[in-house]
C-alpha cells in the first residue's frame, strides 16, 4: 500500500510476494482462501505493475472477506508506521512475534493496533394510520452531505455500546429511545484505520416526538416511510445501508 491506497493484480486480485521487491517490510494480515497474506508500505508506488485502489472502491466491488482484508491491512500498516516510538520513555519499538503488537525493550510498554468503536441506529416509529413504519434519516454536516443516512456515533471510555446509542441519538436529534437491539458489526477502514461499527435498531419512546438535527453534526433530520425512501442512500457494501435496507423489507 502507500498512504490510503491499496495495490491490486488483474482481476483486483492481491499481488503474489513474487511480482513486488523483495526489501519491503513485509507485515502479516490473516489469510484469504487458506492462504497467508501480508501487506507493506512503498514509497515509490509508480514503479510497481499492477493497480492503486481506494477501500472504498474495492469494497463497492469485491466480496466482504477481500474487503475485510484490505480493511486490515490499512490498519495495520499505518499503525506500524506511526508506533514506531515508545510513548512512555521513547525507546524504539520492537514486534511482538505471533501477534499484531510492539513492545518497548526498555520500559515493557506493549502497544496493540488500536480500535475505534463507533454506533448507528436504524430509528424507527409506527406509521399514520397502520401504514408502514418510519425509519429516521439524516444528511451529516461533513463526509458524504448529500446522502441520507443514520445517526451515529464514536463510542467514549467507559461508555457500553447502547449508552453511546442513546448519549448520541439526543445529542444529535433530540430523542429517546427504547431498548436499542443489536443488529451487525462491520469493520470499516473510510472513517480510519481500526475503526469498527456496531449497527442497532431501535423505536422511539414518543411516536409523535419529532427530531431537530443539532446543526453541528447534522443539517437535517426527517421521517420517511419504510415503502418510500429517497434514492440518496449510502452505499450497497455498507453497515449503514445493510440496515435501513432490514427496516424496509419487514413492512
Do not use: N
Not at 458489526?185 to 449497527?199: D, E, F, K, N, V
Amino acid at each position: 500500500m502507500a498512504g490510503r491506497k491499496l495495490l491490486t493484480g488483474p482481476d483486483e486480485q492481491p499481488l503474489r510476494i513474487g511480482a513486488l521487491p523483495g526489501d519491503l517490510a513485509w507485515t502479516p494480515i490473516g489469510t484469504l482462501d487458506g492462504i497467508p497474506a501480508w501487506a507493506a508500505e512503498v514509497t515509490d508506488p509508480e514503479s510497481l505493475p499492477g493497480r492503486w485502489r481506494s477501500w472504498r472502491g474495492l469494497a463497492a466491488e469485491l466480496p466482504v472477506p477481500r474487503t475485510d482484508l484490505a480493511g486490515r491491512a490499512l490498519a495495520v500498516v499505518t499503525w506500524r508506521r506511526t508506533h514506531r516510538w515508545c510513548g512512555a520513555c521513547r525507546a524504539e519499538l520492537a514486534d511482538v512475534p505471533g501477534e499484531t503488537a510492539r513492545r518497548c525493550p526498555d520500559c515493557a510498554l506493549t502497544v496493540f493496533v488500536p480500535l475505534s468503536v463507533a454506533v448507528l441506529t436504524a430509528i424507527t416509529r409506527p406509521g399514520p394510520a397502520g401504514g408502514a413504519d418510519e425509519l429516521l434519516l439524516v444528511r451529516h454536516a461533513q463526509g458524504p452531505t448529500g446522502l441520507w443516512a443514520l445517526v451515529a456515533g464514536f463510542v467514549e471510555a467507559g461508555e457500553s455500546l447502547e449508552a453511546a446509542v442513546h448519549r448520541e441519538v439526543a445529542e444529535e436529534v433530540g430523542l429517546t429511545l427504547r431498548r436499542p437491539v443489536y443488529v451487525d458489526s462491520q469493520p470499516w477502514a473510510l472513517s480510519g484505520p481500526g475503526t469498527l461499527l456496531a449497527g442497532f435498531t431501535a423505536e422511539v419512546t414518543d411516536p409523535a416526538a419529532e427530531p431537530l438535527a443539532d446543526g453541528t453534526e447534522l443539517t437535517e433530520a426527517r421521517w420517511f416511510p419504510a415503502d418510500a425512501l429517497p434514492a440518496e442512500l449510502p452505499p450497497a457494501y455498507s453497515l449503514s445501508r445493510w440496515l435501513i435496507d432490514a427496516v424496509a423489507a419487514r413492512r
